[in-house]
Structures are given as structure tokens and as C-alpha cells.
């Protein structure tokens, strides 16, 4: 009889055990599902006539009910960027849900290569430029949107004699009415100014696009594809197109 107590004490803390590994577990998977839920990612690709080829990376981390830490990097060097010495940005800044389905994300950024420090001119170098930047999302039920507006300026000035410093003033409006989960449609207005520099004296239009753009998305969430496209309003330009296609993780 003292046997079998002993055997099925045994037997139950061997459960009692395994019940606890069990309830901890559970307990963990639990905590590592909330800290995924408070970290985005997303990564998309994009393809212009001016830029080239760009993929373009953002995260973020929830802070609080309504503010995110952000984080984000442009590949310029995947299209004409290679020729500015491997010209690459990264940044950070807050995100804050000021609304329903509206966000303001105000970012700083720095820049590699040498087309802001010095017109291209050299060999790339970290500090080429500073991008204080300001984007406002609009996600809602049938409407969605963005404006973005960036600012590029030399940290440097490694321009030759006869050379200069470039900045660039970007920014883009677009608006869109989402027709069914699945499909969505609406306008696309985009310009890029170079501002000026060391040895410019005058701002000049670099592109000024303005169409259409129609957007495809997975209706439960994750990758879209987007094709813009329209005129140039920028005398001596023609048209435009852009393409980008995205992926949430």
C-alpha cells in the first residue's frame, strides 16, 4: 500500500509538474504574442523614372495607447543613387494617433553618399545631408491617404572649387477611395525642388507629377501593389510612372 501511495505521489507531482510547464508556457507565448502585436515592420519596392529602382523600409514600436517609436531607411543606391555615392537614408521619430485612422509621424533623417554634400561630386560619406521630414496617414473604412513633405539639406560641404552643395525640398499629396477591400483609386500629386546650394542661387522645378494611381490590397492586411502614373508639369518633362508593391511583417 505505502508502494503504491509513494508511486502515485510520484505520479502526480510529474503531472503537477507538467501542468506548471504547461500554465508558464502558455504564460510566455501569451507576453511574446503582446510584444508582437506593439512592433510593425513593413518593406516595399518601388520604381520611378527619376529615383530608379528604391526598396524603403519602416518600423515601429508602441510606446503608449497612441505614440509609436519609428524607424525607417530608403536604398537610394538601388536606382540612379548608385551614382551618388551609394546614396542611402535612415532615420527615426514618433508616430502619434491623433484620430481615428489618422496618424502624424514626424522623423529625422541622415543621409550617406554625396549628392547633398558635394553635387556628386567625390566619394560617398556618412553626413552628406540631414532630412527633417513630416508624414500624415489616413487609414478609415473608405478613404484612405497621405501627405509627406521632407527636407534635404547638406551637414557637409565637400564641394570642389567649381562645384556646389545641393538641397531639395520633396514632398507628395495623394488621396483615394477604397472601392472594395480588395481595390482602390485615387490621385497622386508629387514634387521635387532643388532648393538651392553652395554656389545656386535659384530654385528650379526638378519634377512636378500629377494622375492617377490605382492600388490592389490583400483584404485581410499584408501586401498591396500600387500603380501611379500621369503628367509632368515641369516644362521639357513628358509623363510619369510609379510603381510599388509592399509587404507588412
Do not use: C
Request: no cysteine.
Amino acid at each position: 500500500m505505502k508502494n503504491n501511495f509513494t508511486n502515485l505521489l510520484k505520479g502526480g507531482t510529474v503531472l503537477g509538474v507538467m501542468l506548471m510547464v504547461l500554465s508558464m508556457t502558455s504564460v510566455m507565448a501569451q507576453e511574446e504574442e503582446e510584444e508582437t502585436d506593439d512592433f510593425t515592420f513593413n518593406v516595399t519596392l518601388n520604381s520611378d523614372q527619376f529615383f530608379g529602382f528604391y526598396p524603403v523600409f519602416q518600423g515601429g514600436y508602441s510606446i503608449s495607447e497612441k505614440t509609436d517609436f519609428t524607424f525607417y531607411g530608403i536604398l537610394w543606391s538601388g536606382g540612379t543613387g548608385a551614382a551618388w555615392g551609394n546614396w542611402t537614408e535612415f532615420g527615426v521619430g514618433l508616430n502619434f494617433k491623433v484620430a481615428e485612422g489618422v496618424a502624424v509621424n514626424p522623423q529625422i533623417g541622415i543621409l550617406g553618399g554625396n549628392l547633398l554634400s558635394s553635387g556628386t561630386a567625390g566619394s560617398g560619406r556618412l553626413g552628406d545631408g540631414i532630412v527633417p521630414n513630416l508624414t500624415v496617414n489616413l487609414n478609415k473604412t473608405k478613404t484612405e491617404g497621405q501627405i509627406y513633405a521632407g527636407l534635404y539639406a547638406p551637414l557637409r560641404n565637400e564641394a570642389p572649387a567649381t562645384g556646389t552643395t545641393l538641397s531639395y525640398l520633396h514632398y507628395w499629396v495623394n488621396y483615394g477611395y477604397k472601392v472594395s477591400p480588395f481595390f482602390s483609386l485615387g490621385g497622386h500629386y508629387e514634387h521635387l525642388i532643388n532648393t538651392g546650394g553652395s554656389n545656386v542661387e535659384t530654385s528650379t522645378d526638378v519634377y512636378q507629377w500629377l494622375g492617377p494611381y490605382i492600388q490592389f490590397t490583400k483584404p485581410t492586411g499584408g501586401p498591396f501593389a500600387r500603380f501611379s502614373f500621369g503628367t509632368d508639369l515641369v516644362e521639357g518633362n513628358d509623363s510619369f510612372f510609379k510603381l510599388t508593391t509592399g509587404f507588412s511583417f
